[in-house]
């Protein structure tokens, strides 16, 4: 393996639909509600969105690369906290992950952890205090890898269907 980490760029674009398509067929069948889909023109959408939402909140995108092939991408933004939220918080810049997505036969060589790495540096470069990320409930190999660098639980988000 000959890992390398880059921003993203525009060619990259299909590769990175692939991916979070990908990580969306990862997720769906750990839905124990079963509510979670991914239709087949979501990875085009939400691909336009994610990139909409990066350029907007001051964020970037990282991908992972096998010599010259794509194996993973990560995304944050910078999320400016509110004059309401700062009379309940102290903190006045926190970045969040958006997604986070290693190819299989890549997990558990480090891919991911050079990603957070890249993106916790991007995020202290724009003065954020704290990193924020969402972990699906089911997913405990994500909640397992996040707390192995350091991240602690903060919020529980529960569902009920009724």
């Known amino acids: 393996m000959n890992i390398s980490i880059r921003l993203y760029d525009q060619s990259d674009k299909d590769s990175l639909i692939h991916c979070l398509e990908e990580l969306s067929d990862y997720l769906s069948p750990m839905d124990p509600i079963t509510i979670l889909r991914r239709l ?14 990066v350029k907007k909140q001051d964020g970037a995108i990282f991908v992972a690369l096998d010599d010259h092939r794509v194996i993973g991408v990560i995304a944050v933004v910078v999320v ?32 991911g952890k050079l990603l957070i790495n890249h993106a916790e540096n991007h995020l202290h470069g724009k003065h954020c205090e704290f990193v924020r990320i969402e972990v699906f409930e089911p997913n405990t190999s994500a909640h397992n890898f996040y707390q192995s660098l350091g991240y602690t639980d903060r919020l529980r988000d529960m569902i009920k269907k009724i």
């Open 40 to 53: 087949p023109r979501w990875g085009k959408k939400y691909t336009h969105w994610l990139l909409n939402a």
């Open 80 to 111: 400016k906290i509110t004059k309401l939220d700062q009379l309940s918080i102290t903190a006045t810049k926190m970045g969040r992950v958006l997604e986070l997505f290693v190819h299989e036969p890549y997990r558990r060589h480090g891919v």
